[in-house]
């Protein structure tokens, strides 16, 4: 089996000769055949790394590789950090995983740059990478989500099947359920207890558009789940695409935690509040956020004083009273299969098993075959499916790290583009357009790139410049 190393090159000389030997000292102590190609842009247009990792790959498999890694030419393996560049057989393989630049950690739970692993037929599923993508960013993101489209991701579940799951159903526009007040409610935010919701959430943007990074009017936005109305608590759905939970203290002191989730998607989501320790933590799935993969906030955190107290409040599902009639998140557009409470904070063992063993102790519990009397529904639907309840989508991964070689950073900063205009014009098109399944991705990629072919020359025996045109 043969590698092809495929590297995107533009002005990078210096890093250029030191990935050449440390890169290829470390694949030779893998025993791994192997051949470099330097995708070199010579024009004046914009840089466009999707395409040079294209052509690049064509030129491999030219050659005879059977396999490639796209690889990012910053970015060297460490001896002993467990990088694998074998032949990828479960998927593409993403192996720059710990990166000295990150603290050794990834950028964020779907990152895919950095070096990943293709056979031939992984990229005649996902055609590559798309050639749309013009100066920094998103062109990995844009892979990713071919991968997970042609299922060639590591996708697990919370149940190994389909099940049948009946919900109630909520427009986004005058749905809502009201769950009276009772004595079992009274002062239950106000100490130890636990609240879970089993959703699927849906955007709303006829009425406001997905959060943009590169959008200079971009506002978050929360379109309520559950609420205690006042200093709304509870869960919401956001236009930035996570589910989150706020909460007060007695000061009235905000406290915000969330969990990356797309539209769509079945998601179990638990908050447990312990008085003792006076620290809240988040489940997705019956596992708790980790901040360090990028998948939401840190888990738990901790508040100062004592928690709010409502008195004697109704709790509301799919509307927030807080808000006027003419507010675009009153309400919230989507499904609810299941809400439960406790008056005490679950052990981390309970709520992994959530969906399975459910502690019979809870003071709320909700769905479509067991509804008190007293709960309210307007404009609910119930309705059945047989559904799935997704994991966080990630790709195939092995554990590997990489240092990366001094550059400008020209990603966020001070949660801006470094880049401005063009990597906004980047975001757009991979968030609102690829991810919204508005572009034929089997018409944008390796098989449609065009080039101009300038030169191709050895600088080494098993390094190989092409300088092209696009």
Request: hydrophobic content about 30%; charged content about 25%.
């Amino acid at each position: 089996m043969k590698l092809g190393v495929c590297v995107p090159y533009r002005n990078r000389e210096a890093h250029m000769h030191e990935f050449i030997p440390k890169v290829a000292k470390y694949l030779k102590g893998q025993g791994i055949d192997f051949h470099m190609y330097f995708c070199h842009q010579v024009d004046d247009k914009l840089f466009n790394r999707g395409a040079t990792k294209n052509i690049a790959a064509k030129h491999a498999f030219e050659d005879g590789c059977d396999y490639i890694v796209w690889h990012d030419i910053d970015m060297i393996p460490e001896e002993g950090g467990g990088a694998d560049y074998t032949f990828p057989l479960e998927g593409p393989r993403h192996i720059a995983t710990q990166i000295s630049q990150m603290d050794y950690t990834l950028k964020y739970h779907e990152y895919f740059g950095g070096a990943v692993l293709f056979s031939k037929a992984h990229i005649e599923k996902t055609n590559g990478y798309s050639n749309g993508y013009w100066d920094w960013g998103m062109e990995d993101d844009d892979l990713f989500w071919r991968a997970n489209k042609e299922k060639l991701t590591n996708n697990t579940y919370l149940y190994p099947e389909r099940k049948a799951l009946k919900y109630f159903s909520f427009t986004g526009d005058n749905s809502y359920m009201k769950i009276p007040y009772n004595q079992e409610l009274r002062n239950l935010t106000a100490r130890s207890h636990t609240v879970s919701v089993l959703v699927r959430a849906f955007q709303q943007e006829n009425k406001l558009p997905i959060y943009l990074i590169g959008d200079s009017t971009r506002k978050y936005k929360e379109y309520p789940i559950l609420r205690i109305p006042g200093y709304d608590y509870g869960f919401s759905f956001n236009n930035s695409r996570a589910i989150s939970l706020q909460y007060w203290n007695s000061y009235n002191d905000h406290n915000y935690m969330w969990i990356k989730r797309y539209d769509n998607q079945w998601s179990w989501v638990t908050a447990v509040f312990d008085n003792e320790d006076k620290l809240s933590s988040l489940y997705l799935n019956g596992t708790e956020v980790d901040s360090k993969g990028g998948i939401g906030s840190p888990s738990p955190i901790r508040w100062a004083g004592r928690l709010k107290a409502y008195g004697k409040q109704d709790l509301y599902l799919g509307i927030s009273p807080s808000e006027p009639d003419d507010s675009p998140v009153k309400y919230f557009r989507g499904d609810i299969a299941k809400v439960i409470a406790y008056r005490r904070a679950l052990s981390p063992e309970e709520v992994s098993t959530l969906h399975t063993d459910l502690p019979n102790d809870h003071i709320v519990y909700i769905d479509p075959d067991n509804t008190p009397q007293e709960v309210g529904k307007t404009n609910i639907e119930t309705l059945e499916e047989l559904a799935v309840i997704p994991n966080s989508i990630l790709p195939h991964r092995v554990e590997g790290k990489f240092r990366c070689l001094p550059h400008e950073d020209e990603g966020i900063i001070d949660n801006k583009f470094v880049k401005g205009e063009t990597t906004a014009k980047n975001e757009e098109r991979y968030v609102l357009q690829m991810q919204q399944g508005k572009i034929d991705y089997k018409q944008d990629g390796f098989a449609q790139v065009e080039y101009e072919l300038v030169r191709e020359h050895k600088i080494t025996p098993f390094a190989t410049m092409i300088d092209i045109k696009l």
